[in-house]
């Protein structure tokens, strides 16, 4: 059965029109089995305090798992004076069809000048136990600042990535409370796709940056040996690439690629068809989406 893989940054669900929907944010996704999202927002009063993971999950009948980059303090005292628990959060988040083994968040590095607006950056991970094709996801959302910012950024998603599947489980050995879950010890999968918004086009360095070749990779590297493969090119070489080759839809970058799903060697020969929908209107994003055969 072919897996089908979309990234969308959501925009904090605010669409080219100007209006807040999440639900039909949810609807142009629908197609994907794996969903990675950005600028995904929890219990924020611009939305009216929406958990929109969990509306997404319910609409799309997924599994879900959040990686925050920020929580900040959004409680209240109820009417008789006590403290309601809330949180504002914002971040990344992958959706699936099959349950997410585990997953973890992973704060990439900041370095922004004082005089600029920027915020912390996470890359998502999750397991995703797709039938005969176990799978390292993750969602990433680099900086809008400076390619500096981003340079600092790509070089530590390049650990995480190369690292994990050697030492980066989020636990080792086995134990009682592990075993009482379910999840007892077990290897990281070698297969590798990350997804997301990097707000780089492929003409900046640290697109070439974040390819390089890498001496170990922890996966398959990339039929050309460099260490991960842009699946949209890769389909378009293939002639199996559909849409306008652009991922944002406003502003200074409109017309720009900088939406990505980066594939390791043996699941960049597994594709069968990648495509942007550019008559979507949830968000100042298109979603990417590119399947693979199984």
């Known amino acids: 059965m072919p897996v089908t893989l979309a990234s969308y940054n959501m925009h904090f669900g605010i669409g080219t029109d100007g209006r807040y929907d999440v639900v039909r944010l949810a609807d142009a996704v629908a197609a994907a089995d794996i969903v ?25 009948d997924r ?42 968040t992973v704060p990439l590095p900041k370095a922004t000048p ?21 799978l390292r996801v993750y969602s990433v959302h680099l900086s809008d600042v400076a390619p500096e ?16 599947a050697a030492a980066g489980r989020p636990w080792d050995g086995t134990s009682p409370l592990m075993e009482f879950l379910g999840h007892g010890r077990f290897e990281m ?3 590798v796709a990350v997804l ?27 039929p050309d040996g460099r260490f991960l493969a842009d699946a949209w090119d890769t389909a378009l070489v293939r002639g199996v690439a559909q849409g306008a080759d652009r991922t944002y839809a406003l ?4 017309e720009a690629r900088i939406d990505y799903c980066f594939l390791d060697g043996g699941l960049a020969g597994r594709i069968e068809r990648a495509w942007i929908d550019s008559a979507a209107a949830g968000s100042d994003h298109y979603p990417l989406f590119v399947t693979l055969s199984n």
Request: proline share 7%.
């Open 36 to 60: 990675c999202l950005q600028e995904v927002t929890q219990g924020w009063p611009q939305t009216g305090h929406e958990d929109q993971l969990a509306t997404l999950a319910a609409r799309l």
């Open 63 to 104: 599994h879900a798992v959040f990686g925050p980059m920020l929580s900040l303090d959004a409680s209240f005292r109820d009417g008789a004076g006590a403290i309601a628990q809330r949180r504002a959060t914002f971040g990344n988040a992958i959706l699936s069809r099959w349950p997410i083994r585990h997953a973890r």
């Open 114 to 134: 004082a005089e600029a607006f920027d915020l912390q950056r996470v890359a998502l991970e999750g397991v995703i136990e797709v039938p005969g094709l176990p």
């Open 149 to 164: 910012q981003r340079r600092l950024q790509v070089d530590a998603l390049r650990d995480i990535i190369a690292g994990a």
């Open 189 to 191: 999968p070698r297969s």
């Open 196 to 222: 997301g918004d990097f707000n780089f086009t492929p003409q900046e360095a640290n697109y070439a940056r974040l390819l390089a070749p890498a001496a170990t990779a922890g996966h398959d590297a990339a």
């Open 251 to 254: 502003g200074p970058a409109a």
